[in-house]
């Protein structure tokens, strides 16, 4: 049975950092693209962060980028969202997402209609 789990979400002071994981089960997540998604209340999923299935080529989103790092631990079968610099935008409740239409995809999309299972979610709350 496929599932993903994340945890690592908390509040956080802006300014400071939070290392998410993503901890999958039922596949091997080094063969397929995932991706690492935020929805604020009242505003829709978007992608923040993906990592392919080849040669862990990865993207980000411009809000992100030089903040957020993403890395994979094959022998745990987890993946990492590493966000520094964190600001008050930057609070939403976070997933991660796997894409097992196709293995070993070149390259990840950051489109959430592109992803086929997904974690419960972490919340992430960035405030003085």
Known sequence: QVQLVESGGGL???G??????C???GFASDYYAIGWFRQAPGQEREGVSCISSRDDTADYADSVKGRFSI???IAKNTVYLQMYSLEPEDTAVYYCAADLAIAMRRLCVLDPGEYD????GTQVTVSI
């Open 117 to 120: 299972y997904w974690g419960q």
């Open 71 to 73: 890395s994979r631990d």
């Open 12 to 14: 956080v002071q802006p």
């Open 16 to 21: 400071g950092s939070l290392r998410l994981s």
């Open 23 to 25: 901890a999958a089960s």
